[in-house]
């Protein structure tokens, strides 16, 4: 459910930064605006494949920890970018890092659990 959200959210930011934003933002904010939605597109894709791999055997309970760590990179790396673009608040910035560790922790138990099995 998550990752369906997410994704939805995601294709409406597209959206509205390929049509509301054009002209408002010069080029690197634009460039900013999209790095956020492509890694929030990518990391709801991966909530829906932890949702499905424990049919396969993999350990539901690292699977639902990486989705944890999905989840916070999306609102913390994707959030941070929308906020800073958006309405320029710079003391965001420094959370960025945080998310992308957070997508970084998911894949790492994603893939411990595929060595596990």
Sequence with gaps: MCGALF????????A????????????????????AVTYQVYHSL?????AI?????LSRNLL???????VAGILLFSGSLYLLVLTDI???????PVGGIGFMMGWILVAISGFRR
Aim: charged letters at 10%.
């Design 64 to 70: 639902g920890i990486a989705a944890g760590f999905f």
């Design 7 to 14: 994704a939805l959210l995601a294709v409406m930011a597209g």
């Design 90 to 96: 710079r003391w965001v910035g420094p959370v960025t």
């Design 53 to 57: 791999l424990p049919l396969t055997g």
């Design 46 to 50: 991966a909530l829906i494949l932890v």
């Design 16 to 35: 509205f930064g390929a049509h509301g934003l054009r002209g408002v933002l010069g080029d690197r904010g634009l460039e900013v605006f999209q790095t």
